[in-house]
């Protein structure tokens, strides 16, 4: 079939031609004419330990940004989901194995020359890790070595970051992984006052105590500063009360929940 010009060519295929036609014209005729961005993956991915808020950390072991720490991630494969891809990514950088349930996709981040290399889209995702303690990180694939850091937020919402060689300045991170971490903060600290999320980091149960602990590092507040009745009335609704620990550490048994 011929056309006067392009325009008419368009026309026909979009409006008149069965589907089938059209996707085949559509991937040598069309397709062509768009840029084709590349598709990344990078994962917050937040533990417990310690009575500390813990965040995995790869050093990168090549260029880009080559000995930067970096969020665990990578590109996308074809015909891949992100979510198949953070769980692909995790487990070849780390290996450590996600589960599904506990990744949230966190944020879509299309600025342009975000990546040295070439445009590349991310999609951020947030993770919550329980019982952290009884995962082994192993460094492999891009990453030179894998670290866990602590994060702490104050009151005027300045993340701090303390790793085994001392303070990591957010600026210095690969790529914008410093915006990607800030969105994730600023994203449970929201969610405390109607879904505390945050709190799967202690895994299926906690106490009330551990959960004000977890509350205190993301508030910059003290425990004594956030205190336990006032907290059992306002944040009590969101947890159901399961009865008491069936071996306590230490002390008496104390209630035990998990998040509604």
Same mark, same amino acid.
């Given at each position: 079939m011929k056309f006067k010009? !392009?325009?008419? %060519?368009? =026309? &026909?295929? %979009?409006?008149? *031609?069965?589907? %089938?036609? /059209?996707?085949?014209? &559509?991937k040598h005729q069309d397709l062509p004419t768009y840029e084709k961005p590349s598709v990344t993956v990078d994962n917050v991915i937040l533990g417990w330990q310690d009575e500390? +808020? =813990?965040?995995?950390? !790869?050093? @990168?072991?090549?260029n880009p940004f080559k000995g930067k720490y970096a969020l665990p991630g990578g590109f996308v494969d074809k015909n891949e989901d992100t979510l198949e891809a953070v769980i692909r990514e995790v487990k070849e950088e780390v290996s450590i194995q996600l589960d599904s349930d506990c990744i949230e996709q966190l944020k879509t981040i299309a600025t342009p020359n975000r990546d040295? @290399?070439?445009?590349?889209?991310?999609? *951020?995702?947030?993770?919550?890790?329980?019982?952290?303690s009884q995962v082994q990180i192993v460094a492999s694939d891009d990453a030179k070595e894998v670290e866990w850091v602590s994060l702490a937020v104050n009151k005027a919402g300045q993340i701090k970051l303390d790793g085994k060689h001392g303070l990591i300045d957010l600026n210095q991170l690969a /790529? $914008?992984?410093? %915006?990607? !971490?800030?969105? *994730?903060?600023?994203? +449970? =600290?929201n969610r405390l006052n109607? *879904?505390?999320t945050i709190l799967k980091i202690l895994g299926s149960t906690f106490t009330l105590t551990d959960a004000r602990k977890v509350y205190s590092k993301f508030l910059?507040?003290?425990?004594?500063?956030? $205190?336990?009745?006032? /907290?059992?009335?306002?944040?009590?609704k969101f947890f159901e009360e399961l009865g008491f620990e069936t071996k306590p550490t230490k002390g008496r048994p104390?209630?035990?929940?998990?998040l509604k």
């Open positions: 010009n !392009i325009q008419e %060519e368009k =026309k &026909y295929y %979009e409006q008149e *031609a069965s589907q %089938e036609e /059209f996707l085949k014209w &559509y500390q +808020i =813990k965040l995995l950390l !790869i050093q @990168r072991k090549a040295p @290399r070439t445009w590349v889209i991310t999609v *951020a995702h947030l993770t919550y890790l329980p019982c952290m /790529f $914008d992984h410093e %915006e990607i !971490i800030k969105e *994730a903060v600023i994203r +449970i =600290k109607y *879904a505390p910059g507040l003290s425990l004594e500063e956030l $205190d336990n009745s006032n /907290f059992r009335k306002t944040q009590g104390k209630k035990i929940y998990r």
